[in-house]
């Protein structure tokens, strides 16, 4: 066994999980739908990915590579169109589609407890008692904002440093 600490995340093991989820048809399902005017939900969502490990790394937090990855991929699993609402049908869509979001994504990954956790609490503080139990979760949850705000307000839609 090593005694080596770990000094904050390993780009390699993160990007080989990403690539091993753009692999599946399911992921790839997430092209098909529109989100934050512009963009679309697995570019969101790589989005955040990419950003929440950059984060990690800023901070030198340890974390777990492949957690991150698959949480932050499956965070808006939800399949369906995003239409830019006000009121009371964009806090319905805002308090909803984490749990819609934690249900697709049952019934086609097996998920850890954590990865649940990192889909089901990535609204927080609006899913008031879905709260972040982990760093990779916080990450995702508070980088989720970051980006949405940026391919919202200033339609900035690839934000992952890196040409497709």
Not at 103 to 131: C, V, Y
Request: aromatic share 8%; charged share 30%; net charge positive.
């Amino acid at each position: 066994m090593s005694t080596r600490k770990k000094s904050g995340p390993d780009r390699a093991v993160f990007e080989r999980e990403i690539e091993k989820l753009m692999e599946s048809q399911e992921i790839r399902r997430m092209e098909q739908f529109g989100q934050h005017g512009g963009n679309n939900t697995l570019q969101h969502v790589r989005n955040v990915a990419f950003k929440s490990f950059e984060l990690a790394q800023k901070l030198g937090w340890d974390i777990d590579e492949k957690v991150l990855a698959r949480g932050a991929i499956l965070h808006d699993y939800y399949l369906y169109t995003c239409v830019n609402k006000h009121g009371i049908k964009a806090y319905k869509h805002g308090t909803g589609h984490p749990g819609l979001a934690l249900k697709n994504a049952r019934k086609d990954f097996e998920l850890t407890e954590k990865e649940e956790n990192i889909i089901e609490s990535h609204m927080w503080p609006l899913t008031l008692f879905h709260m972040p139990k982990s760093r990779e979760a916080f990450l995702v949850c508070m980088v989720d904002k970051y980006c949405a705000a940026n391919e919202m307000l200033l339609h900035r839609n690839n934000l992952e440093g890196k040409k497709q």
